[in-house]
DNA sequence: TACTATTTTTAGATTAGTCTAAAAATAACC
DNA sequence: GGTTATTTTTAGACTAATCTAAAAATAGTA
């Protein structure tokens, strides 16, 4: 059985993996599970052992086989748990990453396909993140960071890159959510910030530090 | 913050207080945790220095306010969790104990004061046993075991004493479920078996073993 | 009351997971 | 290419939770 702490571990190392296409290295693991570099060098040196990571003394880690499954399985439960949370229970989506955090690491089977098939097999969480299948295949999606818009285009926001908490209040603030449309009125060269309209109603200014976590689908 | 460890501890030793009405003994939590008396008496030492429980040596355990506390939040909500699996996954009353007893070290107060709400403020769980509210309260109903009744007399199903899984298999076996309704048709002295028919309509004979594990309110 | 059986506690070890400080390896730079 | 700087690993210690075996306390019984 893989405990509470090596799950996180290696989801920690899917993560990194993902983002950088690079084996995950020990201070980058360290980062991301707040904890000291020598406490990670304990645990992968018992990860490889059990056969969940390729593990070569400095020389950083992948998943095996096995560990990858064990992943992204973890991130398909959290993110049908913040489904359920947003969906059935009316949490807002910048309340729900922590209590998913610890609803992904509940062991049934049985319980997260019921509760896929209870949500009617949702192929998004509420920050548009792919819910992985039940195989660990992930769902691609034509999708563009809003900066790469030029004047007159359209889109629809699909997702953000960060999940902040100020970033999605201050999305809630602007009443941009997952389906607002876009419609680009004009970019400042200076600093690269954007006038938008959203939803052919109101125009706002976003700066680049915004746009370019709104993950959008160009529209013709 | 308590861990889950403890928080165990903590649920054992309110059902052993609440069974016996009497302080719970180290085997009797050992027993019930399945653990050795050493390890017992090692975690009381640190629930009393915790103040969670009322711990004298030789002298057995109670729980203290905070203890108390604790426990039956826990027993909250491990019963809104299986009313949540049976009413809204559909799962059998016979799958959702062990499930339950992760879901219940779920720490949000807001995601079970939702989840109540979600469920329609449900007051027993689908064994029947009372769902204590947010302050810890159990309500009281009025009932005995259907071993107490004589002949001629009715009842509903209202709760089971026992939850073991191979009792509440023969019971979906016999279609026997909360609401049925019996009355006795007769007893036999010998080894007090008992004779019901069961919602008016099937007569059968079922064991003092069983009979003394259903819960009834008696029906005029 | 004295002896025996049972229960409970202590003593001492073990494992998972963590830490700090120091040593070793690798990367960056003049 | 040699010297720093950075990263990673090792060494050694700590805590929570567990175990077995032995000692101490309590309960049961003749
Ligand atoms: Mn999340
Ligand atoms: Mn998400
Ligand atoms: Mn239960
Ligand atoms: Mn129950």
Request: hydrophobic share 40%; proline share 3%; charged share 25%.
């Amino acid at each position: 059985m893989t405990s509470f702490t090596e799950e996180n571990y290696l989801k920690a190392i899917f993560k990194i993996n993902e983002k950088t296409s690079k084996p995950a290295s020990t201070n980058g693991i360290a980062l991301q599970i707040s904890t000291s570099a020598a406490s990670v060098t304990d645990m992968l040196k018992r990860l490889a052992e059990k056969e969940l990571i390729n593990y070569e003394k400095y020389k950083g880690v992948t998943l095996t086989p096995v560990g990858n499954k064990i992943a992204t399985n973890l991130i398909r439960k959290h993110r049908l748990w913040e489904v359920f949370l947003v969906n059935k229970l009316n949490f807002s989506w910048e309340q729900v990453h922590d209590i998913a955090e610890d609803l992904e690491h509940i062991k049934s089977d049985s319980l997260i396909q019921r509760l896929d098939n209870y949500l009617g097999n949702p192929r998004f969480d509420p920050h548009g993140d792919p819910i992985p299948n039940a195989e660990g295949k992930f769902m691609i999606r034509n999708q563009t960071s809003l900066d790469q818009l030029s004047a007159k285009q359209k889109g629809v926001l699909v997702g953000v890159s960060q999940h902040q908490l100020e970033f999605l209040q201050y999305l809630n603030e602007l009443e941009i959510k997952l389906g607002s449309e876009f419609e680009i009125i004009s970019i400042t060269s200076f600093d690269k910030s954007v006038k938008i309209r959203k939803d052919g109603m109101v125009d706002i200014t976003l700066s680049h530090e915004v746009t370019k976590n709104l993950l959008v689908k160009k529209l013709v």
